[in-house]
């Protein structure tokens, strides 16, 4: 299982994504924002949290036109996995390889907290290590997570299977207390929720290691 | 362009004093350019000079076998074992954050994170410490909001974890508030990089954000007293980018792991011309800049603009020469800017060239070493007078007036806008003591908490000076960290004054006789000076921030007790009511002397602590509020109810020193009481931790409203 974690300028989750990778057995490589390609053997694309570029015009949009963009919409055309968390959720609805935008949170001001998620499909590589409906604390660190879609596209989410996660105690306004939405492939994720800061019980909880471990899994270490 | 004429007005409106100017002309033996009278503005002025604190600061210990580099650097450095160091240093924002919050704030959590990671450490925690007004003042609501916001927005874009702090309110900040910014990161002991410059025609290196005319004179204005004129300052504070401080992090440190610096230096107050003195001072060169070549984002800037300005996210490097391309490749890949500004000389000159113009041309060496210093004038404050009658109140209503009063509520409305996991090293959240966050890739973590009772330096500055060094110290302790040092900011009136310079030198007294006894040095700090407003003075705040040592996760102590978990209180309570949070928040009383600090005992019961803490589930220091307030906490905490035993005011809300709040199992109480007693430590049985209510001898509320108010009160101060 080789996971490619990308690094804009401006990313400051990218090590702890890299190392949740990491503790569940993965291998990981560091992918500098320039590059036009992606290591070969790239199993998953990992788009860390952040502010890339700054959040300047958009979070997440200018990135969204970083040369790396290219390689990762190719990836997910393919059929490759993408894991895209907090800036990088906000990165790919920018790439439209997710539908919906994330807008400032409903307080206005930025929330970080650990927050309790049901898990809404079992449906998905992502969360296949989970009961769907049972229950999961990630921390939420974002001052624009307010999920956003049309009533047409929410309705398709919906009937597809396609929400994630949801927010027990919705922190920041999102429709339908949508906290991680899935691909019509169901092989990208876009979740405002950190996993990667839930890996050791002296981070305070541990439920996110059955998350990456489910990750690790899917092709063989090599 | 012309520069002005030097007049009596232009001088004074520099902040400069006529005795000052006059030992300006000996230096130079001539009349100074407009640049060169800015530059000695800059350098001469009270936020740079230290002039009227250094003889006082001298006096503090700053050395041990632990410290690798103490007070005069960027900050202070403290070996940690393995080969490894914690970089760290606390400073003040405090008039820009009252004139422009949001920037004022931001920029501040800017300036000293510059300041670790020019050293070479990546910064791995922040930590605030912030005084307001009374929340009735129709400027403090404005200012919380856009303080909290201004640190949140700089801290949570750089990727720094803020794991604690402090908020206050009280009326003597309502005209000028403070907001003092700590950081700490971590380097290889052996990779610190320093400011002085070597070797004579090395290049130096413009890094970073281009300059502006933002800032210009802020350290100027930062040295002066507020009057009703303050909104025509505004454009004398900075504008901060935490996104280019980011890259600007990353590329220094792929830069300095390279072996192209020699020395560096961050553009903090007074920007070019401080960093390029302190780097030719301290390796006795001289330095020449050309200006020309300053990457600017403003047309038409001057050469007295440029040397002062106080733009963001600018470093002065001195370079290995044959390393150059390979440097500006690194700023490259980040999209920063990299400019050779200058070199180093050998003769002790500050030469500045602007459009073929000398701009400047002076003895660098005189800049900082001939700095005025002044033996002020002080007056020791009077001792108190005695406490006199205390009103009643019944127990609950007294723990209700403290934890309804947003100085002692819950403060999740300001840390929750705080990044407080990025890194995913955080062991230990703000809310309770200190914070604690493991060094990455390593089973050791580090504690950090910032602490001061500004009530008490007022009433006996040598108390309260010696007071917020213990209180740092016991929260160390209190989460099973060995204290290693600690970092000082201190805040205070006008220095002219002889009752306010008392306060100063009583309280560094008091702080240097606490770190003496305690084996904790400061190793490095700031002074902020002149906060007042229309001649009213802030109550004295020498904020201390503190950093400890846990040499392994096991170590660690949990805040939270468990149910059926026994209350004990190490430490002797005699139950002292003078300056304590009861009588200012109940009664709006504040008189009588401070607490008085047993620097003997605070060690010994730290110590005992630490020695114990197998037997502890979870501690706290007992500090403002006393043993109801903490019980209160870490109760409310846990969501376990709390029963103390007595009902006496003194014993519940006293706040006698030198003491800790621990749940015990009940097995462990007993063994943790035979210890005690082995060690000459008293230890007093106080309650238990158990059910849904809260008992303070008798008279009881239950939990679930007392936490609602907690948790509320602070958000309806602010709102």
Redesign the interface.
Known sequence: MLAAVITF??S??D??LA??FELAGARVVRVWH?ETALPAGTDIVGVP???S????LRCGAIAAQSPVAGAIAAHAARGGFVLGICNGFQVLTEMRLLPGALMRNAGL?????PVRLRVATADSAFTSAYAKGSEVVF?V?H?DGNYTIDAEGLARLQGEDRVAFRYIDNPNGSMDDIAGVLSANRRVLGMMP?P??A?EA???GSDGSAFFRALAALTAPV | MDEPKITPELIAAHGMKPDEYARLLEIIERVPTFTELGIFSAMWNEHCSYKSSKKWLRTLPTTGPQVICGPGENAGVVDIGDGQAVIFKMESHNHPSYIEPHQGAATGIGGILRDVFTMGARPIAAMDSLSFGLPSHPKTAHLVKGVV?GI??YG????VPNVGGEVRFHRSYNGNCLVNAFAAGLADADKIFYSAASGVGMPVVYLGAKTGRDGVGGATMASAEFDDTIEEKRPTVQVG????E??LLEACLELMASGAVISIQDMGAAGLTCSAVEMGDKGGLGIRLDLDRVPVREVGMTAYEMMLSESQERMLMVLKPEREAMARAIFE???LDFAIVGETIAEDRFLILHGNEVKADLPLSKLSSSAPEYDRPWVETPASAALGEVPAIAPIAALRALIGSPNYAHK?WV??????????D??R?PGMGAGVV?VHGSTKALAFTSDVTPRYVKANPFQGGAQAVAEAWRNLVAVGALPLAATDNLNFGNPEKPAIMGQLVGAVKGIGAACRALDFPIVSGNVSLYNETDGAGILPTPTIGGVGLLAS?DDLISGLPGAGDLALVIGRTEGHLGQTALLAEAFGIEAGDAPHVDLVAERKHGEFLLASRKLVSAASDLADGGLALAAFEMAEAAGIGVSLESGDIGQLFGEDQARYLVACTPANAEALAAAAAQAGVPLARVGQFSGATVSLGGDAAPLAGLSALYRSAFAEAVA
């Open positions: 300028p401006g400051n989750c090590r702890d190392r949740g320039k949290g952040g502010f570029y700054g959040d300047y001001s930025f929330v970080c907290k921390p660190a001052h950190h990667e800061r890996v002296v981070q305070g | 916001e949140g927005a949570n874009a750089f990727g980018d935490p996104f280019t980011k890259c890949k980040w999209d999740a840390w929750e806008q705080y990044d407080c996991q990025v890194g995913a955080t062991l959240r493991r996760l």
